[in-house]
C-alpha cells in the first residue's frame, strides 16, 4: 500500500510563473490536507479538502493560492504568479472518513522562487 | 482558536540517556488529541505517538512515553535510552475532533541532538 505521494518533490519557480504541487493520497482516503513550512518553522495548515469539496481553506491566501480535489486523479495545489515568500515546504496529508483516524504525511514538495 | 507552545527551541541529549521535550497548549476543548512528529532531514514527517485528551492514562510507545496533564495544558514527550537516529525535529501538535475541524495545529519545533 503506497504511502502519500506528492510531486514533484523539488521545484523551481521564476517570480510570476505559477507552481502546481500534486499530491495522490493513500488508496482508500478521501480527505486531502495542505500545509506549509516556511524554513526553521512548523507546518502550517492551509486547506482541507474531500473528493470534490473544499471543507476548511481558512488557512490558505485569499489571492494566488487555489487547491482541489477532483473526483478523479491526485489533489493539486495551485500557486499563482509566485513571488519570493512563497518559497517553502509544501506538505500534503490525507486519512480516511471518520475522526478517529490519523492522517499520514507525504514527503512534501520543496518551492523556490528565484 | 488553539495553539501550541514548545520553548525548548534545540535541546541534546548523551546517547542512551533520557530527554524531555516541553509542549503547553491552549484550547477551550475538552476533547481532543495530541501528538508528537518527528521529521528528519528527509522532511518526512513521522508520527512518534498519540494521545486521547479523555484517556487518562499516558501513551507509551517504545522507548517514546508522554507526560499528559490535562488540567495544566501541558503535554511532554520522553525519549529514554536515546539512540543516533533520534536526532531530528520533534513537533507537537493538537488536533480537534470537531468534524469541521480536523486540521492539526502544530508547535514550533524542538531540535533534537544526540550526542555519542
Known amino acids: 500500500n503506497a504511502g502519500v505521494m506528492q510531486n514533484p518533490r523539488h521545484l523551481v519557480r521564476r517570480r510570476g510563473q505559477e507552481a502546481r504541487l500534486r499530491c495522490s493520497p493513500m488508496k482508500g482516503h478521501s480527505h486531502v490536507y495542505w500545509y506549509r513550512q516556511l524554513p526553521e518553522e512548523g507546518l502550517k495548515f492551509m486547506v482541507y479538502?474531500?473528493?470534490?469539496?473544499?471543507?476548511?481553506e481558512s488557512g490558505m491566501p485569499k489571492e494566488r493560492f487555489s487547491a482541489e480535489f477532483p473526483k478523479e486523479g491526485p489533489s493539486i495545489l495551485r500557486i499563482q504568479q509566485v513571488v519570493r515568500g512563497d518559497s517553502a515546504a509544501y506538505f500534503c496529508a490525507s486519512s480516511p472518513n471518520g475522526v478517529n483516524t490519523e492522517a499520514f504525511f507525504g514527503q512534501g514538495t520543496r518551492l523556490t522562487v528565484v | 482558536a488553539q495553539t501550541v507552545t514548545q520553548s525548548q527551541p534545540e535541546m541534546s541529549v548523551q546517547e542512551a540517556e533520557t530527554v524531555t521535550l516541553s509542549c503547553t497548549y491552549d484550547t477551550s476543548e475538552s476533547d481532543y488529541y495530541l501528538f508528537w512528529y518527528k521529521q528528519p532531514p528527509s522532511r518526512q514527517m513521522i508520527l512518534v505517538i498519540r494521545?486521547?485528551?479523555?484517556?487518562?492514562q499516558n501513551a507509551t510507545e517504545n522507548r517514546f512515553s508522554v507526560n499528559f496533564q490535562k488540567a495544566a495544558k501541558s503535554f511532554s514527550l520522553k525519549i529514554s535510552d536515546s539512540q543516533l537516529g533520534d536526532a531530528a525535529m520533534y513537533f507537537c501538535?493538537?488536533?480537534?475532533?470537531?468534524?469541521?475541524?480536523?486540521?492539526?495545529?502544530f508547535g514550533s519545533g524542538t531540535r533534537l541532538q544526540v550526542q555519542p
Open positions: 494521545q486521547e485528551a479523555y484517556k487518562q
Open positions: 479538502l474531500q473528493k470534490e469539496n473544499i471543507i476548511d
Open positions: 501538535a493538537y488536533r480537534s475532533k470537531d468534524t469541521g475541524r480536523r486540521a492539526l495545529t
